[in-house]
């Protein structure tokens, strides 16, 4: 297997009129990798996304897909395949039909291109005869992937792959993808929700109003050295609050939470500071029933990079 990049960016730009979607956008993206991008609404990731596929051209900057330079718009680069903004089918034909049609588009014969294998991958066999007219959201997300699977691309490029997305349906695409991945192919996709990024995403790209504001390892983002609020449950909370108050490094927050939980104090600290907290709390003689973060370590760094903290707490 060669080595180049499946993506590389440097120094992406795209405007639509006053807009700038884009700002010198630098991605870099190995075989094999599944990358995560997020962002606010409006933050440039379909934009970005789009040029990946080929729908349109960057303003300025240098775009490199699967080692070959992108240099006219439309075709879409070799080996590449997915869908932005929901993927299009064609209403009065079934799952099976549009299947059959997009391979008849490529030159493929329907009969060998593995339908029934891709619809089977993610989770669609019961319904494959059924007119698309009626699918849901999932469904017609799911019929997405499975065209993009049929093309056995080198590079997915994925616009929201877990927009409504049943417990199983997610199932389903996640092991799709990690499957792919582990097989090579590297895939890009959009997402607004952190357990997805947790789940599948060894890498993320967070963008900001066309700008990227991080770029890297999943756990070197969650990681962060900023003081996370914790709820604290113990045998005895007011003991607890004292000890917290008291404490190098904490301070005792308000419950901010919409059930409010007698037993729990919420502290603010370094990963350390609560750690000394802990010891403190149970040489005192009383239990730890509950340290957790009230907002996931992923989440209060999307909010803190993306500048969408709520104000005050
Ligand atoms: N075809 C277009 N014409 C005009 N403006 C556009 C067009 N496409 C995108 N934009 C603008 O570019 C910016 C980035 O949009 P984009 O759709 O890439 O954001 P996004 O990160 O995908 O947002 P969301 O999370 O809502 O899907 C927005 O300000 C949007 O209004
Ligand atoms: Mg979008």
Redesign the pocket.
């Known amino acids: 297997m060669d080595t180049l990049p499946a993506v590389r960016a440097r120094g992406i730009t795209k405007c639509f009129g006053e807009v700038v979607a884009l700002d010198g956008v630098e991605l870099e993206v190995a075989q094999g990798r599944i990358h995560g991008l997020a962002g606010p609404?409006?933050a440039g990731?379909?934009?970005l996304?789009g040029l990946l596929l080929g729908l349109a051209l960057p303003d300025s900057g240098r775009l490199e897909i699967l080692g070959a330079p992108v240099e006219k718009a439309l075709a879409g680069p070799d080996g590449v395949a997915g869908f932005?903004?929901g993927p299009g089918l064609y209403p009065s034909l079934t799952a099976r039909q549009n299947l059959a049609a997009l391979a008849g588009l490529r030159g493929q014969d329907a009969r060998t291109a593995g339908i029934d294998d891709v619809l089977d991958q993610v989770g669609l066999t019961d319904v494959a005869d059924d007119r698309t007219r009626g699918f849901s959201l999932g469904m017609r997300q799911r019929l997405g992937l499975a065209a993009a699977l049929l093309t056995r691309p080198r590079l997915l490029v994925l616009?929201?792959p877990a927009n409504g997305l049943d417990p199983v349906g997610t199932r389903h695409v996640r092991r799709v993808l990690t499957r792919l991945a582990a097989e090579g192919t590297s895939v890009v996709l959009?997402t607004h929700r952190m357990d997805d990024l947790d789940a599948l995403c060894s890498e993320v790209t967070i963008l900001a109003t066309g700008r990227v504001v991080f770029s890297g390892p999943l756990n070197e983002l969650a990681a962060g050295n900023r003081e996370l609020d914790h709820r604290l449950r113990t045998s005895d909370p007011e003991t607890a609050r004292k000890l917290a108050a008291e404490a190098p490094g904490i301070r005792v927050v308000e419950d901010t939470g919409v059930r409010h939980d007698p037993e729990v104090a919420v502290v603010r600290g370094s990963v350390p500071a609560l750690d000394e907290l802990v010891a403190t709390v149970v040489r005192s003689g009383i239990a730890v029933r509950e340290l957790t973060p009230v907002v996931p370590p992923l989440e209060a760094a999307f909010l803190a990079l993306t500048e969408q903290q709520e104000t005050g707490g």
């Open positions: 609404n409006g990731k379909t934009t996304l932005v903004d616009d929201e959009s």
